[in-house]
């Protein structure tokens, strides 16, 4: 497996920007079924990205309140 840098913001955008106009010119095919998957891909990453961040906001929250709690 090749390691890769973490994808910046930027170019996800470009990503999203270029799949989903190329969704929009070939609705229909492979390359166009391509492209919408990429989008549900990019979606599925933000939403995954999102939860991460709540469970992290949580946790940090409970041991707070544990540490709280010892004092």
């Known amino acids: 497996m ?3 840098p973490p ?3 930027a170019q996800l ?3 999203r920007h270029r799949a989903q106009r ?3 010119a070939m609705p229909a095919g492979t390359s ?3 492209a919408a998957d990429v989008l ?3 979606a599925e990453r933000q939403r995954l990205i ?3 961040a ?3 906001e949580r946790h940090s929250v409970e041991r707070y309140e544990q540490q709280r709690g010892r004092d």
């Open 40 to 42: 549900r891909l990019l």
């Open 13 to 15: 955008d470009g990503m």
């Open 50 to 52: 999102v939860t991460l």
């Open 32 to 34: 166009g079924s391509l």
């Open 54 to 56: 709540m469970l992290r």
């Open 22 to 24: 190329f969704a929009g």
């Open 7 to 9: 994808l910046t913001d």
């Open 2 to 4: 090749i390691d890769h």
